[in-house]
Nanobody, 125 residues
Framework: QVQLVESGGGLVQPGGSLRLSCAASGRTFSTYAMGWFRQAPGKERDFVAAIVASDGRTYYADSVKGRFTISRQNAKNTVYLEMNSLKPEDTAVYYC??????????????????WGQGTQVTVSS
């Protein structure tokens, strides 16, 4: 089992920045990738970014490329999502997730095995 706890969400004005954190505990040695997804009210859960545990390769949704950065700190079993130039359409609950073994892609929610409880990000003036 892997437990994930997200933090860092909140209310920010358009153009502002936030940094989300996701702390993992438990069987973290069996991790292929960690990802961030988001879900706005009435919409599906969408891929945001992912990072491969072994070599740090990163992947991003087109909508966040150039604005968001995913990173990791292996010693702390923590992954971060730095979000800059935030837009109102970035408003959503953001979820951290773990893919324990390679499942063919890192951008499908169904390929992830463990999820955090989510943290709300609201971008509004």
């Amino acid at each position: 089992q892997v437990q994930l706890v997200e933090s860092g969400g909140g209310l920010v004005q358009p153009g502002g920045s936030l940094r989300l954190s996701c702390a993992a505990s438990g069987r973290t040695f069996s991790t292929y990738a960690m990802g961030w997804f988001r879900q706005a009210p009435g919409k599906e859960r969408d891929f945001v970014a992912a990072i491969v545990a072994s070599d740090g390769r990163t992947y991003y949704a087109d909508s966040v490329k150039g604005r968001f950065t995913i990173s990791r700190q292996n010693a702390k079993n923590t992954v971060y999502l730095e979000m800059n130039s935030l837009k109102p359409e970035d408003t959503a609950v953001y979820y951290c997730a773990v893919q324990t073994y390679y499942s063919g892609s890192v951008n499908f929610a169904a390929h992830y095995d463990y999820w955090g409880q989510g943290t709300q990000v609201t971008v509004s003036s």
